[in-house]
């Protein structure tokens, strides 16, 4: 039979070093964390370490699972909503070339993760049309979403390489749009 002592000291620096592990691994809002908090925050004894730990075996499990995974996806979609966002006050600001610079970059971002998590082998050095290439042989989009992006890819080197004449801001208001469809499409 388990003894109900339980050290509060070892007890406080478990639940410590339990809680930052969980707010870095599943977000200071997920329910891993809210639980565990919830468990050791009332006393130190037997049964609320017991609780703590099935919030834990649970926080493993979905580790395991690959929920991590899922909360990685929201997190990269939110961080590509932040610089589509930050694209779309450049273009209202007047700013369109750095715009579409921005808005290329994470396209091409979008389909370096989507080579990655498609299993397709990438060189560092391998340009934004390369994987759009791999990327339709690959059947992950369709020939139609290829051709799409060339029409970006062409936008995107235009602004990187400062042929600004060469496009307008509608150009960029169009590929903002794309951009932020393509990668809903894709990573939703």
């Not at 050791?40 to 919030?55: C, D, E, F, I, T």
């Not at 339709?136 to 369709?142: G, W």
């Not at 602004?159 to 496009?167: L, V």
Request: aromatic letters at 10%; one cysteine or more.
């Amino acid at each position: 039979m388990a003894s109900d002592f339980v050290d509060t000291e070892l007890m406080a620096q478990w639940a410590t070093s339990s809680q930052s592990l969980l707010a870095r691994v599943f977000g200071p809002d997920s329910d891993h964390y809210r639980n565990f908090t919830a468990a050791v925050a009332k006393r130190s004894n037997y049964s609320s370490a017991k609780r703590a730990q099935g919030v834990l075996r649970a926080a493993e499990d979905d580790f395991r699972a690959g929920a991590l995974f899922e909360v990685r996806n929201l997190v990269e979609a939110e961080l590509f909503d932040d610089f589509l966002d930050q694209a779309e006050v450049l273009l209202e600001a007047g700013y369109y070339q750095p715009a579409a610079v921005v808005a290329g970059a994470v396209l091409e971002d979008g389909l370096r993760r989507l080579c990655e998590s498609n299993g397709l082998t990438l060189d560092d050095r391998l340009k934004l049309d390369a994987m759009n290439s791999m990327l339709a042989k690959a059947d992950v989009y369709s020939k139609l979403v290829q051709k799409r992006i060339t029409v970006l890819a062409d936008l995107r080197n235009k602004a990187a390489h400062g042929k600004w004449k060469e496009f307008e801001k509608e150009d960029v208001d169009d590929m903002v749009a794309q951009v932020r469809r393509f990668m809903t499409d894709q990573f939703a």
